[in-house]
């Protein structure tokens, strides 16, 4: 497992934080936002962030505080009102009330940001005299946009949960690493074009074969590799290759990639 | 001159659409109103009336030529982008320039980079706690990506306690997304304050009340009586600032 530890350690902050999955835990169970069964929301939570360890992603403090705050709110739930009285100054409010002012504020935002992504979209198409896009000065982020990442960890619990328990009276040395399954995602890719990730997991018997694959399909998307897509929300995920040797460069920007086929399924 | 030559002279609209033609980059109604200035005073006779054109008038002449172009479906169309106007094309006519220019890979922010700068364009200037706040991480690395981009900037310290920075966005971040200022954004009202009370309490003893008005009214407002001198002197510093920029 060292390959793993050292080479790839995926830091998850980079991408979403506790609110994002909090959101989207609510988004999932079609709660609602201003009454969050806060039990329920708090197991998931702790599921995925004991998800997040089994593939040793660099878990953000962020996250932890984001437990420990769901822990609070939960107890406090369970304290009757008169006994809560007591303990606080404030007018007997709803504990989860803070955490849902920040959802709320957070969703406005994430709303805006939407916004935003749609201006961008519309300006890539829009060129003054000069026929040049404003110049930003460093490299595209890794692009997580299609599937996210929660949804992609969500798969994996999937393919995890049918995994029987394994027997653990006989100790194998270590089988898969990372780079092995990373060759074979991209061989595999070669032949198939579009894999869904039920698939890609579909057959393999062990939690280390699982995780290594895992990552492995982590490291394609930050290569820019690969993309994973999702055609309905909650739905499975495809894995699909780009453009082959299309690599964030930091001083070039990618040619060609998946805008290429983009243009012609619009004029189609 | 006879009076057919006075039937020749081109109207206002005709005028600003020849200097957008002729123009590389985006032009501000003042650099429009000087070149109507040096050819009025140049040429004199009837040429005189277009030294004695507002800014106003250049505003709608702009606008008739925005209606005009849009409604003969020219492919092209007047913006005004960061407080300057200029000509481009029609978005549903993208693919074909992006082909012809061979741009078909462009940029695009991350959802993270949108949020930070989301936060960043409705809460400026603002602090990266309060970002943080919101979307409740570090947004250390982010923050730091988007000024290397130049969409976000330091606006100033703040007077809190350690003097932390205050962050806004750039001139650059309202060319990238297209619009003209801030309140273009939708809903900008709604999320624009809601800033802790006793920081907004220190914030508006100081002077950032008018740094926003500045940054906001900079491009727009000016007077029709500017002399010459004046308009050449905002020119140069509007020159050298985009000098700075390339």
């Known amino acids: 497992?060292?390959?793993?530890?050292?080479?790839?350690?995926?830091?998850?902050?980079?991408?979403?934080?506790?609110?994002?999955?909090?959101?989207?835990?609510?988004?999932?169970?079609?709660?609602?936002?201003?009454?969050?069964?806060?039990?329920?929301?708090?197991?998931?939570?702790?599921?995925?962030?004991?998800?997040?360890?089994?593939?040793?992603?660099?878990?953000?403090?962020?996250?932890?505080?984001?437990?420990?705050?769901?822990?609070?709110?939960?107890?406090?739930?369970?304290?009757?009102?008169?006994?809560?009285?007591?303990?606080?100054?404030?007018?007997?409010?709803?504990?989860?009330?803070?955490?849902?002012?920040?959802?709320?504020?957070?969703?406005?935002?994430?709303?805006?940001?939407?916004?935003?992504?749609?201006?961008?979209?519309?300006?890539?198409?829009?060129?003054?005299?000069?026929?040049?896009?404003?110049?930003?000065?460093?490299?595209?982020?890794?692009?997580?946009?299609?599937?996210?990442?929660?949804?992609?960890?969500?798969?994996?619990?999937?393919?995890?949960?049918?995994?029987?328990?394994?027997?653990?009276?006989?100790?194998?040395?270590?089988?898969?690493?990372?780079?092995?399954?990373?060759?074979?995602?991209?061989?595999n890719l070669k032949i198939a074009k579009r894999l869904s990730i039920t698939d890609l997991f579909g057959g393999m018997t062990s939690r280390q074969e699982i995780v290594c694959t895992f990552l492995a399909v982590l490291e394609l998307i930050k290569l820019n590799r690969i993309a994973c897509v999702q055609d309905a929300h909650f739905g499975d995920i495809v894995v699909e290759p780009r453009e082959p040797e299309v690599m964030i460069d930091h001083d070039e920007e990618p040619e060609g990639g998946d805008e290429d086929s983009a243009v012609q399924e619009e004029m189609l | 001159m006879s009076e057919s030559t006075i039937d020749v002279l081109p109207e206002l609209k005709q005028i600003v659409g020849a200097l957008l033609f002729a123009a590389k980059e985006p032009l501000t109604v003042k650099r429009m109103r000087k070149a109507m200035i040096e050819t009025g005073n140049g040429f004199g006779g009837p040429y005189e009336q277009y030294a004695k054109a507002t800014d106003q008038q250049i505003e709608g002449a702009l606008e008739q030529l925005k209606e005009d172009l849009d409604r003969a479906k020219a492919g092209l169309s007047v913006a005004l982008v960061a407080g300057a106007y200029r000509l481009q094309n029609d978005a549903a006519c993208g693919p074909f320039v992006r082909a012809l220019l061979e741009k078909n890979q462009t940029m695009r922010l991350s959802k993270p980079a949108l949020e930070t700068l989301a936060i960043v364009a409705y809460r400026q200037p603002c602090l990266r706690s309060?970002?943080?706040?919101?979307?409740?991480?570090?947004?250390?690395?982010?923050?730091?990506?988007?000024?290397?981009?130049?969409?976000?900037?330091?606006?100033?310290?703040?007077?809190?306690?350690?003097?932390?920075?205050?962050?806004?966005?750039?001139?650059?971040?309202?060319?990238?997304?297209?619009?003209?200022?801030?309140?273009?954004?939708?809903?900008?009202?709604?999320?624009?304050?809601?800033?802790?009370?006793?920081?907004?309490?220190?914030?508006?003893?100081?002077?950032?009340?008018?740094?926003?008005?500045?940054?906001?009214?900079?491009?727009?407002?000016?007077?029709?009586?500017?002399?010459?001198?004046?308009?050449?002197?905002?020119?140069?510093?509007?020159?050298?600032?985009?000098?700075?920029?390339?």
Do not use: C
């Open chain 1, 1 to 187: 497992m060292d390959l793993i530890k050292d080479d790839y350690k995926v830091s998850l902050e980079v991408f979403e934080g506790p609110l994002d999955l909090l959101l989207y835990l609510i988004k999932k169970d079609e709660v609602d936002i201003y009454d969050i069964p806060i039990g329920r929301i708090t197991d998931q939570y702790m599921d995925y962030l004991q998800l997040m360890k089994v593939l040793d992603l660099n878990i953000a403090g962020d996250f932890l505080v984001m437990s420990a705050t769901l822990m609070l709110i939960k107890s406090r739930m369970l304290l009757p009102v008169e006994e809560r009285k007591d303990d606080q100054e404030e007018e007997e409010e709803d504990p989860r009330w803070d955490l849902v002012r920040q959802l709320v504020e957070y969703k406005k935002f994430k709303d805006a940001a939407d916004h935003l992504e749609d201006l961008e979209l519309h300006m890539e198409n829009v060129f003054g005299r000069e026929s040049e896009h404003v110049e930003l000065g460093a490299p595209p982020d890794i692009d997580m946009r299609d599937a996210s990442i929660f949804d992609l960890i969500a798969s994996l619990n999937d393919a995890l949960g049918r995994v029987q328990e394994e027997d653990l009276q006989e100790i194998f040395a270590e089988e898969y690493t990372v780079g092995q399954k990373v060759t074979y995602i991209v061989e």
């Open chain 2, 130 to 246: 309060e970002i943080e706040e919101v979307r409740g991480v570090s947004v250390d690395a982010v923050l730091r990506k988007l000024i290397d981009m130049q969409l976000v900037r330091v606006v100033r310290r703040s007077e809190l306690p350690g003097r932390p920075w205050l962050f806004g966005t750039t001139q650059k971040f309202l060319e990238h997304f297209g619009i003209n200022t801030i309140d273009d954004l939708p809903g900008s009202q709604e999320l624009k304050r809601a800033m802790p009370a006793e920081e907004k309490k220190k914030e508006t003893t100081g002077t950032f009340p008018d740094m926003e008005n500045e940054l906001n009214e900079a491009p727009a407002d000016s007077d029709a009586d500017e002399s010459m001198a004046a308009l050449d002197e905002e020119l140069q510093t509007e020159q050298n600032a985009g000098e700075e920029k390339a």
